[in-house]
């Protein structure tokens, strides 16, 4: 039967639970004599539900979390002479991916049903695209050092095509209950090309599509709440033979278990083979028991069903115009890796820091665009660079202790390029752009009629401006006092021991309070030592 | 006239339907509610719907066990567009269980037979009224409304309205909204309209032939103006002068020669005509149809919607897929079960190749056929491909290889099927217009009924030249 090839049955446990079973088992794993001489063939199998607020084919809404059965239409429930209607809406989101993915998009598409009788599937039948999907031949490329892969290449898609969710069903004691919230949602099934070759790089082609959606706004890739779901090929095979018989992992959760799932099938079929090389490994469809981080059979090929595949006779081919197709493909977003690299070769920041950015939102890119604002045009690398420091490091690192959540208002980014600047120009010092960052994080939200400027915020702070480029304060003067506070510092420092200057620089900034410029502070220490 | 002293009879002293546990009645159900005084369109007008129409207020059980006492939680939007008009819904008709069936015999236990109405005499072995609409044209026939809806999926509005003599209109595929009507076959559904003339029916059919986003396949109103803007173009401008009637040489049945006669004083040609593919094309409709109800009616049996026998629970020691069976095979009549069973084969992974696929394939070459017949072009079509100047508008044979059969008779299998068949089941696999008019009667005394079938859109061509059989009918 095909009960446990169906999504959203309930987990045995809970992933937090199952840690220290996971870091014990995960031990166990020994390396097997001669394990370099086999290789890996990965290929996927994705399914990531459309962003589109509404069902595939009928105008409930979509949920997740809600209580059982109260988001269904009558279509959804399969009720004799309903009718699908297509959201056309999912077949742009669909098509957006398609073209992020590099695919070649069918001048008509068509959808077919996909019979079987289970609880989960109303009709008994799902809508799917068998014969003419929307689009084939994608590729998307990982780079090295992506979730560290070892080489740059392309990983293939197959084709990509539109589907309904199917219910969720659950068995309790003797009964079968079924929530069909889920059933109708709209899904694209993305298959890949057997190009992946370590748990590390299927890792990473699902990290790096998982950011695709979000940028793109077609779906949540959330493998958690099951809104992304991978269903994995292996086969192993010897450097140089033919490839091996393909084993078929499906329901997994996390791209951790992903990992786990390939390294497991791939240790099976290698003793497989040592031990039995001359029998071909049995294809089957396969589980992960995610206690063990080990596979196990759910059935095998022969048991495998005939699903009738026969087109959809309600449902209109999808027909694009050449025209529509091409203006989707120039509002296509700069997607992560792009900003990435587009960011790094300009400014030579850090690939990590942009990838903060992006991090802050991944739909909208609202951190990027901060950082563009803050820095603003033709900058040179150096404002960059400080820019990027200020707020990946100091504003991130400080809302992070306080536990309050980044918006692009939080610090608006003109007072933030104002701040940047002053301090570039030594006009206050980094200490001070520090206490600015922090009053205004813990300041209550301003009113939106009165715009905060940077004079409000020193004011507050009772820190002036020094307007000639140079410290109000008496540097010289606070540094006599340090020593003056610091005899064996200052012996210790006359010994030899120069590190001790940084125990005098301290003084000096709790005498300035923390004003003082800290570089000219340790110049003038210098000075006043050597006398 | 007697078209409009009909009407009026009707609107004045409708006849009471009636419904009985005992004696043979059309209705599987009979609105008791009294009509609202409405304006309207068919304000006060009763108008009886087929068992497989979803009604609210109705059991719609498509005259099968699988369904009894389901009650359909919405209206389908043929039946909303009556209303809205200030129809009467008088009832639902029996049917041969899912449109499965070509007499009205396949019907459960618990339902009384349908008898044809239309006699010549009195004390006759009662006949068929044809399926599977049989119950709707039974309906007209005995006059309890003034006109009902039925499904055609290969013949299932003509064929009991050439039996009970009345006028049956199966319209182009997607001119009336689908959703509510329970499938059959999605790509050959199509709701049809029984009345007892043609103004009756080309009546009900403007109130129900409209657009519905509810129904993908059901044509938008863009494809609806360049269909009138063709028609009016291609409509004669009196009667039937100029119109070009074929007549296919691949069917032996001919209509009477009187007939042609009468429509060639009326100013039409009449000429010979081949439709090379409609033998090869039967028995894709076979394939196409029983393959497409296999999937349709695999959501029966899975306890959703609320039939007492479909939603019986499992028997202790049961699993759900035994369930599931059980309930198929108790809930399904003989005749549906070998069509899911002969549709589930054609669907099979080896047998779609050769099966399914060739049907699809054949299905097309016959449309093929009709459009290098018809002079008219079809507005689905880019107005580019050009139009055979020489050929007809519209064709013409029998609906019927005979007069309605004696109920409970033997009937020869085979051939005499098969000549049936081909008489009705072009059309629909075409998505052609197609109307059964009352011609004559046969040598027994009982209706038999014409066949007009036109291009795609061209409704107002099939009713015109109706109209003009209408005529001679009348005269006879």
Same mark, same amino acid.
């Given at each position: 039967?095909?009960?446990?090839?169906?999504?959203?049955?309930?987990?045995?446990?809970?992933?937090?639970?199952?840690?220290?079973?996971?870091?014990?088992?995960?031990?166990?794993?020994?390396?097997?004599?001669?394990?370099?001489?086999?290789?890996?063939?990965?290929?996927?199998?994705?399914?990531?539900?459309?962003?589109?607020?509404?069902?595939?084919?009928?105008?409930?809404?979509?949920?997740?979390?809600?209580?059982?059965?109260?988001?269904?239409?009558?279509?959804?429930?399969?009720?004799?002479?309903?009718?699908?209607?297509?959201?056309?809406?999912?077949?742009?989101?669909?098509?957006?991916?398609?073209?992020?993915?590099?695919?070649?998009?069918?001048?008509?598409?068509?959808?077919?049903?996909?019979?079987?009788?289970?609880?989960?599937?109303?009709?008994?039948?799902?809508?799917?695209?068998?014969?003419?999907?929307?689009?084939?031949?994608?590729?998307?490329?990982?780079?090295?050092?992506?979730?560290?892969?070892?080489?740059?290449?392309?990983?293939?898609?197959?084709?990509?095509?539109?589907?309904?969710?199917?219910?969720?069903?659950?068995?309790?004691?003797?009964?079968?209950?079924?929530?069909?919230?889920?059933?109708?949602?709209?899904?694209?099934?993305?298959?890949?090309?057997?190009?992946?070759?370590?748990?590390?790089?299927?890792?990473?082609?699902?990290?790096?599509?998982?950011?695709?959606?979000?940028?793109?706004?077609?779906?949540?890739?959330?493998?958690?709440?099951?809104?992304?779901?991978?269903?994995?090929?292996?086969?192993?095979?010897?450097?140089?033979?033919?490839?091996?018989?393909?084993?078929?992992?499906?329901? =997994?959760?996390?791209?951790?278990?992903?990992?786990?799932?390939?390294?497991?099938?791939?240790?099976?079929?290698?003793?497989?083979?040592?031990?039995?090389?001359?029998?071909?490994?049995?294809?089957?469809?396969?589980?992960?028991?995610?206690?063990?981080?080990?596979?196990?059979?759910?059935?095998?090929?022969?048991?495998?069903?005939?699903?009738?595949?026969?087109?959809?006779?309600?449902?209109?081919?999808?027909?694009?115009?050449?025209?529509?197709?091409?203006?989707?493909?120039?509002?296509?977003?700069?997607?992560?890796?792009?900003?990435?690299?587009?960011?790094?070769?300009?400014?030579?920041?850090?690939?990590?820091?942009?990838?903060?950015?992006?991090?802050?939102?991944?739909?909208?890119?609202?951190?990027?665009?901060?950082?563009?604002?803050?820095?603003?045009?033709?900058?040179?690398?150096?404002?960059?660079?400080?820019?990027?420091?200020?707020?990946?490091?100091?504003?991130?690192?400080?809302?992070?202790?306080?536990?309050?959540?980044?918006?692009?208002?939080?610090?608006?980014?003109?007072?933030?390029?104002?701040?940047?600047?002053?301090?570039?120009?030594?006009?206050?010092?980094?200490?001070?752009?520090?206490?600015?960052?922090?009053?205004?994080?813990?300041?209550?939200?301003?009113?939106?009629?009165?715009?905060?400027?940077?004079?409000?915020?020193?004011?507050?702070?009772?820190?002036?401006?020094?307007?000639?480029?140079?410290?109000?304060?008496?540097?010289?003067?606070?540094?006599?006092?340090? =020593?003056?506070?610091?005899?064996?510092?200052?012996?210790?420092?006359?010994?030899?021991?120069?590190?001790?200057?940084?125990?005098?620089?301290?003084?000096?900034?709790?005498?300035?309070?923390?004003?003082?410029?800290?570089?000219?502070?340790?110049?003038?220490?210098?000075?006043?030592?050597?006398? | 006239?007697?078209?409009?002293?009909? *009407?009026?009879?009707?609107?004045?002293?409708?006849?009471?339907?009636?419904?009985?546990?005992?004696?043979?009645?059309?209705?599987?159900?009979?609105?008791?509610?009294?009509?609202?005084?409405?304006? &309207?369109?068919?304000?006060?007008?009763?108008?009886?719907?087929?068992?497989?129409?979803?009604?609210?207020?109705?059991?719609?059980?498509?005259?099968?066990?699988?369904?009894?006492?389901?009650?359909?939680?919405?209206?389908?939007?043929?039946?909303?567009?009556?209303?809205?008009?200030?129809?009467?819904?008088?009832?639902?008709?029996?049917?041969?269980?899912?449109?499965? &069936?070509?007499?009205?015999?396949?019907?459960?236990?618990?339902?009384?037979?349908?008898?044809? #109405?239309? #006699?010549?005499?009195?004390?006759?072995?009662?006949?068929?009224?044809?399926?599977?609409? &049989?119950?709707?044209?039974?309906?007209?026939?005995?006059?309890?409304?003034?006109?009902?809806?039925?499904?055609?999926?290969?013949?299932?509005?003509?064929?009991?309205?050439?039996?009970?003599?009345?006028?049956?209109?199966?319209?182009?595929?997607?001119?009336?909204?689908?959703?509510?009507?329970?499938?059959?076959?999605?790509?050959?559904?199509?709701?049809?309209?029984?009345?007892?003339?043609?103004?009756?029916?080309?009546?009900?059919?403007?109130?129900?032939?409209?657009?519905?986003?509810?129904?993908?396949?059901?044509?938008?109103?863009?494809?609806?103006?360049?269909?009138?803007?063709?028609?009016? *173009?291609?409509?004669?401008?009196?009667?039937?002068?100029?119109?070009?009637?074929?007549?296919?040489?691949?069917?032996?049945?001919?209509?009477?020669?009187?007939?042609?006669?009468?429509?060639?004083?009326?100013?039409?040609?009449?000429?010979?005509? #081949?439709?090379?593919?409609?033998?090869?094309?039967?028995?894709?409709?076979?394939?196409?149809?029983?393959?497409?109800?296999?999937?349709?009616?695999? *959501?029966?049996?899975?306890?959703?919607?609320?039939?007492?026998?479909?939603?019986?629970?499992?028997?202790?020691?049961?699993?759900?897929?035994?369930?599931?069976?059980?309930?198929?095979?108790?809930?399904?009549?003989?005749?549906?079960?070998?069509?899911?069973?002969?549709?589930?084969?054609?669907?099979?992974?080896?047998?779609?190749?050769?099966?399914?696929?060739?049907?699809?394939?054949?299905?097309?070459?016959?449309?093929?056929?009709?459009?290098?017949?018809?002079?008219?072009?079809?507005?689905?079509?880019?107005?580019?491909?050009?139009?055979?100047?020489?050929?007809?508008?519209?064709?013409?044979?029998?609906?019927?290889?005979?007069?309605?059969?004696?109920? &409970?008779?033997?009937?020869?299998?085979?051939?005499?099927?098969?000549?049936?068949?081909?008489?009705?089941?072009?059309?629909?696999?075409?998505?052609?217009?197609?109307?059964?008019?009352?011609?004559?009667?046969?040598?027994?005394?009982?209706?038999?009924?014409?066949?007009?079938?036109?291009?795609?859109?061209?409704?107002?061509?099939?009713?015109?030249?109706? *109209?003009?059989?209408?005529?001679?009918?009348?005269?006879?």
């Amino acid at each position: 039967m095909i009960i446990l090839s169906r999504w959203g049955f309930a987990r045995p446990i809970s992933l937090s639970s199952c840690s220290y079973s996971l870091r014990r088992y995960a031990s166990k794993a020994k390396a097997i004599e001669g394990e370099n001489e086999w290789e890996t063939i990965i290929g996927l199998e994705i399914h990531a539900q459309l962003k589109t607020g509404r069902k595939l084919f009928s105008p409930a809404s979509t949920s997740y979390g809600e209580v059982p059965n109260t988001n269904v239409n009558l279509h959804d429930a399969a009720f004799p002479g309903t009718l699908p209607v297509l959201d056309l809406h999912a077949v742009r989101l669909s098509l957006i991916t398609a073209l992020a993915l590099n695919c070649q998009i069918n001048r008509r598409s068509t959808f077919d049903r996909k019979h079987y009788f289970y609880h989960d599937i109303p009709a008994s039948y799902q809508i799917t695209q068998h014969y003419n999907p929307l689009a084939r031949n994608g590729k998307l490329q990982i780079s090295q050092g992506e979730n560290n892969a070892k080489r740059t290449f392309d990983v293939g898609i197959h084709q990509l095509q539109i589907e309904q969710d199917t219910a969720k069903s659950q068995t309790v004691g003797d009964n079968t209950l079924v929530d069909l919230n889920r059933a109708g949602t709209g899904l694209m099934e993305i298959v890949t090309e057997p190009d992946m070759r370590s748990a590390e790089e299927a890792g990473a082609f699902v990290r790096k599509l998982q950011g695709l959606l979000r940028r793109l706004g077609s779906g949540d890739g959330d493998m958690e709440k099951g809104n992304l779901r991978v269903d994995v090929n292996v086969s192993v095979h010897r450097y140089g033979t033919p490839f091996g018989t393909r084993c078929e992992i499906k329901n =997994i959760n996390s791209v951790r278990f992903l990992q786990a799932a390939i390294e497991s099938e791939r240790r099976r079929h290698i003793q497989h083979y040592l031990t039995s090389p001359t029998t071909p490994i049995k294809q089957e469809t396969r589980g992960l028991n995610e206690l063990t981080l080990e596979t196990f059979s759910l059935r095998s090929k022969e048991e495998a069903m005939d699903y009738r595949y026969m087109p959809d006779s309600n449902l209109p081919a999808v027909v694009i115009d050449p025209e529509y197709l091409s203006g989707l493909r120039n509002e296509l977003p700069e997607m992560p890796w792009q900003v990435v690299k587009r960011l790094t070769d300009t400014y030579g920041v850090q690939k990590r820091d942009v990838e903060t950015l992006i991090g802050l939102d991944e739909y909208g890119f609202e951190g990027i665009r901060y950082y563009e604002d803050v820095i603003g045009q033709g900058v040179d690398k150096k404002i960059a660079k400080k820019a990027m420091n200020w707020i990946v490091h100091e504003l991130l690192g400080q809302i992070g202790k306080l536990s309050i959540p980044w918006s692009p208002t939080l610090i608006p980014s003109s007072l933030m390029r104002e701040m940047i600047l002053l301090i570039e120009d030594g006009r206050i010092t980094g200490t001070t752009g520090k206490s600015i960052i922090k009053h205004l994080i813990s300041a209550p939200a301003p009113s939106s009629s009165k715009k905060v400027t940077l004079q409000d915020v020193l004011l507050n702070l009772g820190i002036d401006i020094n307007e000639n480029n140079e410290s109000s304060i008496d540097i010289k003067m606070l540094c006599q006092q340090a =020593i003056g506070n610091q005899p064996k510092s200052v012996a210790d420092y006359k010994k030899g021991n120069e590190k001790v200057i940084m125990r005098l620089i301290g003084e000096v900034m709790k005498l300035s309070k923390g004003t003082a410029d800290a570089r000219k502070v340790k110049e003038e220490l210098v000075e006043l030592l050597k006398a | 006239m007697r078209v409009t002293k009909c *009407r009026l009879q009707s609107l004045k002293a409708p006849l009471k339907p009636r419904t009985s546990d005992i004696h043979p009645t059309p209705y599987s159900w009979i609105n008791t509610c009294t009509p609202g005084s409405s304006t &309207g369109n068919l304000a006060g007008i009763s108008i009886a719907i087929k068992d497989n129409i979803s009604y609210d207020i109705a059991p719609t059980s498509c005259s099968s066990s699988m369904l009894k006492d389901y009650n359909s939680p919405y209206i389908a939007t043929c039946v909303q567009n009556l209303i809205a008009e200030g129809a009467h819904i008088a009832g639902q008709t029996k049917m041969d269980e899912f449109g499965m &069936g070509s007499q009205t015999t396949h019907l459960p236990p618990f339902y009384t037979p349908v008898h044809n #109405s239309a #006699s010549p005499s009195p004390g006759e072995p009662p006949r068929s009224a044809g399926g599977s609409s &049989g119950g709707s044209a039974a309906a007209v026939a005995e006059g309890s409304c003034w006109a009902a809806l039925g499904t055609d999926t290969g013949g299932s509005v003509r064929l009991p309205a050439s039996y009970c003599g009345v006028v049956g209109l199966k319209p182009s595929y997607g001119m009336i909204s689908r959703r509510g009507v329970i499938a059959y076959a999605d790509s050959l559904d199509c709701v049809g309209v029984l009345g007892r003339d043609i103004d009756t029916v080309e009546h009900v059919f403007n109130v129900i032939s409209r657009p519905d986003e509810g129904d993908m396949t059901c044509a938008s109103s863009s494809i609806r103006l360049t269909a009138f803007d063709i028609s009016q *173009r291609h409509l004669p401008h009196d009667g039937i002068e100029g119109l070009r009637i074929g007549i296919p040489s691949e069917i032996k049945q001919k209509v009477s020669s009187g007939l042609l006669d009468y429509l060639r004083g009326q100013g039409a040609k009449v000429e010979e005509v #081949s439709l090379p593919s409609i033998k090869k094309a039967l028995p894709a409709y076979y394939v196409l149809a029983c393959a497409e109800a296999s999937s349709n009616l695999g *959501r029966f049996g899975g306890g959703w919607f609320g039939s007492p026998l479909e939603r019986q629970s499992r028997i202790e020691g049961e699993s759900g897929e035994e369930r599931r069976k059980r309930i198929r095979t108790e809930g399904f009549g003989r005749e549906v079960k070998k069509r899911i069973l002969a549709g589930t084969w054609a669907l099979s992974a080896d047998e779609f190749n050769n099966t399914y696929l060739k049907a699809l394939h054949l299905r097309q070459l016959l449309r093929k056929d009709y459009q290098n017949m018809f002079r008219i072009p079809h507005p689905l079509f880019s107005p580019s491909i050009p139009q055979n100047q020489a050929g007809v508008d519209i064709i013409l044979h029998p609906t019927a290889i005979r007069t309605a059969p004696v109920l &409970g008779a033997k009937e020869a299998k085979g051939s005499n099927e098969y000549q049936q068949d081909l008489l009705t089941v072009p059309a629909s696999l075409a998505g052609l217009p197609c109307i059964s008019v009352p011609a004559g009667k046969g040598q027994d005394g009982w209706p038999l009924g014409v066949s007009l079938t036109s291009q795609w859109g061209m409704e107002g061509l099939v009713l015109r030249l109706g *109209r003009a059989v209408e005529q001679w009918s009348k005269g006879q």
